[in-house]
């Protein structure tokens, strides 16, 4: 299984909303990844995991919250969202030191 | 600081037409070079890697070498079809970090 997993496809909240992102795995993989892309942009880094610790925060507002479960799962937590944080949220996972990461397809966030 | 320049699309080109897209990159060590793909409305798919000054990576009829005394590595397609509509980026990721680093993206329309 060569495949990542991302649930919902398309998610719409609104800003007083909790919600959260779901991502998974089995390729035995233990580094896993967050990433937001904008329209018409690369993705920008979000959150680092490495064997289920966060290991890089790249200066995310606090509503966005991972969690790393397990070594199969990635969760983004989503509270109090503004509009300008819609975007496609993308899931990726390496092994550690491993030089490809598999990329999810993403979950299509707007907040209304 | 690292980066990496990619030209500015969109590109189109006729079906069977000759594929080329510019990445020039900046980066500290010896990084491994990445070319990916993203369909309208999916995630990133890995197209091709490098990882060594020299490499040449090849997939689905793409090929881009890497050239450390020219810090490039070009995407080329001999003939690309209308299949192949897309938004390519180039990355890098250096041996110490887990982070990718993105090109802006180049948008290619293949017209028949």
């Known amino acids: 299984d060569t495949e990542v997993t991302q649930t919902p496809k398309h998610l719409v909240m609104g800003m007083t909303n909790k919600k959260s992102l779901k991502c998974e795995q089995h390729m035995g993989h233990r580094a896993m990844y967050w990433y937001k892309q904008k329209a018409k942009k690369p993705p920008e880094l979000m959150f680092v995991?490495?064997?289920?610790?966060?290991?890089i925060n790249e200066s995310v507002p606090s509503r966005f919250s991972p969690e790393c479960p397990n070594s199969s799962l990635l969760n983004l937590h989503l509270h109090a969202l503004q509009p300008e944080d819609s975007a496609l949220y993308l899931c990726?996972?390496?092994?550690?030191?491993?030089?490809?990461?598999?990329f999810g397809p993403g979950t299509r966030l707007t907040v209304l | 600081g690292n980066s990496v320049t990619q030209m500015e699309g969109p590109v189109t080109l006729s079906e069977e037409a000759f594929l080329t897209i510019n990445c020039t990159y900046t980066a500290t060590g010896y990084p491994s070079l990445f070319w990916y793909v993203q369909y309208p409305g999916e995630g990133l798919q890995l197209l091709l890697k490098a990882t060594k000054a020299d490499d040449k990576g090849s997939n689905k009829g793409f090929e881009a070498t890497y050239r450390k005394e020219t810090t490039s590595f070009h995407l080329e397609k001999g003939s690309v079809q209308v299949s192949d509509s897309a938004v390519y980026f180039c990355?890098?990721?250096?041996?110490?970090?887990?982070?990718?680093?993105f090109g802006t993206g180049t948008r290619l329309q293949v017209t028949l």
């Open positions: 990355a890098f990721l250096t041996g110490t970090a887990s982070k990718l680093t």
């Open positions: 995991y490495s064997y289920e610790k966060l290991s």
């Open positions: 990726a996972s390496s092994q550690i030191g491993g030089d490809e990461q598999f």
